[in-house]
């Protein structure tokens, strides 16, 4: 794809505003009609480009209805384990939960910073970089994120549990729709539950949210002026739907469509299903890198997302380090926004090729990444969580957890880790 040249609006409008003061600073006149002018304009020009009329043949082969997109998947296996083992399964729940939670635990005081920036941090506080453990310290530490955790409770010696974020929280949330709703929740049940526990969203997630307080029907509200559409925040949502359907990509990926639906379109929504389905083959292959070829075979072979994903699995092998894997999504997808599902995706993918089955070179060399750093490791590190098991995380990644989740969810402020291995059991077996 090749985006339009943007011109920077962010300056403009900013310059614009600060003229306007100071011109009313000097005493001129005739501001508030060119202020109003400028502002018609703007509206006027993004009415037209709403109105602007989509490629046919690209709406074809990107479809956003389920029975659609499964005609345009390449073979797969659909179902992998028929039989469901307890103990196999809880060992890499267990380890696939806690590659989640340390992979956002690690990222997220980096979120979104130039690696430089990163890298910089970690010379400051003598850390290691790639990162080989949490960070030391992390500017401002007093910092609430999501009203609740510290900055500094997501470093190395202050974690008192797993800290608080929206790539935890809808993982949570996934398996409360799974116990109110029963495996065939449908969409408007997942609107139910957004309604019912999120008390704020980012986003996609944040506009679909505030239409359905508005009364949009669910399987409206991601539609309804959602630029943020193909964005990854359905992607960081993949977790519990390959829980909850191990070794039965198929299953997760319809799951995953579902909760996705609400927020997301096209490749939004093959983001969660691709990883999904990954997520779910993770607990029944021994190699994370076939997990991911796995998910592919469960969204439309010709969209965007299934492509990149293609190229950068096909280019792998000259991909060794994080430097790397950065630079070549940059020229690849130049004018792509940081947190669009594609970019960030195919770095997840090169965090797995890189590391395979070392979770310590997994978490390290995605977070050193950059972009939606957080988001990455977290999938990463789940994927490859649920192929090692617990046994092989070095237990210096979840030591401080202490069997705790907080959680920004309403009335569920905290889970046990323990506990969310049984009640995802519990569940898993009803589907499995």
């Known amino acids: 794809m090749k985006y339009p040249r943007i ?10 505003s600060l003229y306007a003061n100071l011109k009313a600073e000097y005493g001129s006149k005739g501001i508030h009609p060119i202020l109003s002018k400028a502002e018609r304009q703007l509206k006027s020009a993004l009415k037209e480009l709403k109105k602007l009329p989509l490629d046919r043949e690209l709406a074809l082969r990107e479809p956003n209805g389920l029975s659609k997109i499964r005609e345009q998947r390449k073979k797969g ?17 267990e380890g696939a939960l806690l590659g989640r939670f340390a992979g956002c635990t690690l990222g997220a005081p980096v979120e979104f910073w130039p690696i430089k920036k990163i890298k910089a941090l970690a010379e400051e506080n003598g850390d290691d970089f790639p990162p080989t453990d949490y960070w030391s310290y992390v500017p401002e530490p007093a910092e609430i994120r999501y009203q609740m955790s510290r900055r500094d409770e997501y470093t190395r010696k202050k974690i008192n549990g797993v800290p608080v974020d929206d790539d935890i929280a809808y993982t949570l949330l996934g398996l409360l729709i799974a116990e109110d709703y ?20 980012c986003t996609a997630e944040e506009i679909a949210l505030a239409n359905l307080q508005k009364g ?8 309804k002026k959602n630029p943020y559409c193909e964005w990854i925040g359905a992607d960081i949502r993949s977790d519990p739907w390959g829980y909850l359907a191990p070794g039965w990509p198929e299953r997760a990926a319809e799951m995953a469509y579902r909760d996705a639906y609400i ?4 490749q939004g929504i093959y983001g969660e299903m691709f990883f999904s389905a990954a997520i779910a083959a993770a ?32 280019i792998s092998p000259v991909i060794k380090n994080y430097k790397q894997a950065r630079d070549a999504a940059d020229a690849k997808f130049k004018g792509m926004h ?26 390290g060399e995605t977070v050193a990444m950059g972009l939606d750093n957080d988001c990455t490791a977290a999938t990463a590190c789940s994927i490859v969580g649920a192929v090692v098991g617990k046994k092989n995380i070095p237990e210096k990644w979840y030591r401080r957890f202490d069997n705790k989740v907080h959680s920004y969810l309403i009335g569920k402020k905290r889970f046990s880790i323990s506990g969310l291995v049984k009640r995802f059991t519990q569940q898993a077996s009803r589907i499995v």
Do not use: M
Request: glycine letters at 6%; charged letters at 25%.
């Open 182 to 201: 029963g495996p065939d929740f449908t969409i408007e049940d997942v609107g139910k539950a957004w309604v019912n526990y999120l008390p704020y969203a």
């Open 7 to 16: 011109p920077d609006f962010d300056r403009l409008t900013r310059e614009l």
């Open 216 to 223: 949009v029907p669910a399987s409206k509200a991601g539609s």
């Open 263 to 266: 927020s997301h379109r096209r």
């Open 77 to 93: 296996p659909r179902r992998i384990w028929t039989e469901f083992d307890t103990n196999v399964y809880q060992e890499k729940l």
């Open 283 to 314: 607990f029944a292959v021994d190699d994370p890198v076939e997990a991911l070829k796995i998910g592919l075979t469960e969204i439309p072979r010709n969209s965007a997302l299934a492509k990149a994903v293609r190229w950068a699995l096909c």
């Open 338 to 363: 940081r947190v669009h599902t594609i970019n960030n995706a195919c770095l997840t993918v090169w965090g797995i090729t890189i590391g395979g089955r070392d979770f310590s070179k997994v978490i």
